[in-house]
T-cell receptor
Framework: AQTVTQSQPEMSVQEAETVTLSCTYD???????LFWYKQPPSRQMILVIR??????QNATENRFSVNFQKAAKSFSLKISDSQLGDAAMYFC?????????????FGTGTRLTIIP | NAGVMQNPRHLVRRRGQEARLRCSPM?????VYWYRQLPEEGLKFMVY????????ESGMPKERFSAEFPKEGPSILRIQQVVRGDSAAYFC????????????FGPGTRLLVL
């Protein structure tokens, strides 16, 4: 079974600075998808970024980028120019590419605080 | 294009009652996933349904929980004889036709069992 580990329960960053959230995973599969979801106080789950394992290029979405290290099974999220609206819980998630086994496996989350 | 809809947003039940949670997927989506989030925890997969079929129910508790996604209407997650430990946020997600597509989440239903 796949597992996802987020070893930082809480992180804080000064507004406008850069912060990196860590995520590692364990799988025996070679093809899969990785995601970062944001959960603000409203508790809505919002997709931040997605990475396909077969792609070597790291995904980016505006101020959000990932460092995907497939051999190390590491998938960190970098938030540049942090803004107050980035304050939230961030969840890393894994999904198999096998048809029918499409459930997302989530880590326990990192609570990000933005310091004005 | 409306997103994933869930209702009710908040539900209070007494122990022993039944809870019915509804999920309407995004327009054009026929694949639905249910997840549960206990307080201070991450989301845990419960069940994956396609129209009229249960594809994967490996995360569903063996008793009291059931799910359906009929040909017409929303997907329903049903919890019979609720207990305090069922108090949680229940999220529904949907995706489009191809397995590679991203799952998009609804706002969740917060169930409180008194």
């Amino acid at each position: 079974a796949q597992t996802v580990t987020q070893s930082q329960p809480e992180m804080s960053v000064q507004e406008a600075e850069t912060v990196t959230l860590s995520c590692t995973y364990d799988t025996s599969e070679s093809d899969y998808y990785l995601f970062w979801y944001k959960q603000p106080p409203s508790r809505q789950m919002i997709l931040v970024i997605r990475q396909e394992a077969y792609k070597q290029q790291n995904a980016t979405e505006n101020r959000f980028s990932v460092n995907f290290q497939k051999a190390a099974k590491s998938f960190s999220l970098k938030i540049s120019d942090s803004q107050l609206g980035d304050a939230a819980m961030y969840f890393c998630a894994y999904r198999s590419s096998n048809f029918g086994n499409e459930k997302l496996t989530f880590g326990t989350g990192t609570r990000l605080t933005i310091i004005p | 294009n409306a997103g994933v809809m869930q209702n009710p947003r908040h539900l209070v039940r007494r122990r022993g009652q039944e809870a019915r949670l509804r999920c309407s997927p995004m327009k054009g989506h026929s694949h639905v996933y249910w997840y549960r989030q206990l307080p201070e925890e991450g989301l845990k997969f419960m069940v994956y349904l396609q129209k009229e079929n249960i594809i994967d129910e490996s995360g569903m508790p063996k008793e009291r929980f059931s799910a359906e996604f009929p040909k017409e209407g929303p997907s329903i997650l049903r919890i019979q004889q609720v207990v305090r430990g069922d108090s949680a946020a229940y999220f529904c997600a949907s995706r489009g036709a191809t397995p590679q597509e991203t799952q998009y989440f609804g706002p969740g239903t917060r169930l409180l069992v008194l």
